[in-house]
């Protein structure tokens, strides 16, 4: 009986490890998603000069999730309440946030990003647009060094834990 419980801590604490990993791999991914997501509605904005609305169905379309559900709750919402589309942002965003593996770093440069959204004409909508880029650009490398750094030993030390836990207790 002590080595079923020995072999289950074990599996678990490696798991953990390895989730851990996959939330350091996807942070990039999803960065870079959100960087395509940006570029996508600028396009939709300025050259087919799309409504918010419809540019966000699109990006809902274009986009894999987690990423996608977030336009897509926001197109929703904003069909639904047109009025408030920094507050339909924001609860979106709040939302989506426990899906993604994402960090505060980025949620913030979200929010600033939704606060100008709709607010300015084109040129200016265009410059914030370029803003939230190189943010996330500086956040995607950060994100890489960390995953590159960090990855492999969140999968040991998860394994490693639960040997130490296991050989404690036997």
């Known amino acids: 009986m002590k080595w079923v419980g020995a072999i289950l801590l074990l599996c678990a604490t490696t798991w953990v490890g390895f ?3 996959r939330k350091l791999t ?4 999803q960065i870079r998603q959100l960087k395509s997501a940006l570029q996508i ?3 939709e904005i300025l050259y087919s000069q799309a ?3 419809d540019a966000c169905e699109t990006l809902a379309l274009q986009l894999p999730n987690p990423i ?5 709750a926001v197109s929703k919402d904003l069909r639904d309440n047109p009025a408030s589309l920094y507050e339909t942002w924001e609860s979106q965003l709040n939302k989506f946030w426990p899906l993604s593996s994402l960090k505060g770093n980025e949620k913030e440069i ?3 990003f939704g606060r100008t959204l709709g607010q300015h004409d084109f040129e200016q909508q265009q410059k914030h647009i ?3 880029l190189t943010h996330l650009e500086r956040e995607l490398q950060e994100a890489q060094d960390q995953q590159l750094k960090y990855s492999k030993m969140v999968k040991s030390l998860g394994f490693l834990t639960g ?3 296991v050989l404690l207790l036997i």
């Open 130 to 132: 370029h803003l939230a």
């Open 68 to 72: 996608a559900l977030f336009f897509e």
């Open 110 to 112: 979200l929010r600033q």
């Open 41 to 43: 509605l600028e396009a």
């Open 19 to 21: 989730e851990f990993s």
């Open 26 to 29: 996807d942070r990039p991914k």
């Open 51 to 53: 409504p918010l609305v």
């Open 163 to 165: 040997l130490l836990v």
